[in-house]
């Protein structure tokens, strides 16, 4: 197999492990939503979840203040409101209304759930330490929710540059991983 060199620019789009999600917050009276595709899990139970928000974003206030928000997971039919989402800032814009996302209550946090997604985890910030260095927040999973009629959500897996993959075959292998 014949490689060439490949721009180091463009490896996260290589390890991109998505789905691309929608994190909401809650501060000071607004409900914000912003695409993040920059996560990783760390542990089973509770879930921890590892993400970046760049602290340029409006929903890195939020969360830093509030240290609560929603992981909601978008399918396919949701992509342009996705990408609409990681290109507008809650700053200037109210993007439920401007994107037509419903924003309805969780349970366990202020942060609203994005009513059209399949899945959505309430989540708090329980360790900050790397967010000063990397702007890396962990969160743990204290409420989860799903559509029960949700088989094989077609989720968005982002590849780069406004590319992304669409998940779609699902196969069943032997595995010792939980
Ligand atoms: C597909 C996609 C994935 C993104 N992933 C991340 C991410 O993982 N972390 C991040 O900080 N910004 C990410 N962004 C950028 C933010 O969503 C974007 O800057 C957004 O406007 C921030 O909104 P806010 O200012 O309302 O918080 C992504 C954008 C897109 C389109």
Known sequence: MAKRAFPLSKVYGLLEPGPVVLLTTAHKGRANVMTMSWHTMME????LVGCIVSGRHFSFDALVATRRCVLNIPTAELAAKAVNC????????DKFKTFGLTP???ALVDAPLVAEC??????????TRWVNR???FVLEVLK???D??????RTLHHRGRGVFMVAGETIKLPS???
Not at 44 to 47: A, L, M, N, R
Not at 86 to 93: D, I, L, Q, T, Y
């Open 44 to 47: 089973f139970e509770p879930p």
């Open 86 to 93: 990681g290109n507008s800032s809650g700053r200037r814009v």
């Open 104 to 106: 309805a209550p969780a």
């Open 118 to 127: 399949y899945a959505n985890l309430e989540c708090a910030v329980v360790d």
């Open 134 to 136: 990397y702007n890396f």
């Open 144 to 146: 989860a929710w799903i």
């Open 148 to 153: 029960p009629a949700a088989k094989d959500p």
């Open 176 to 178: 010792k991983m939980k």
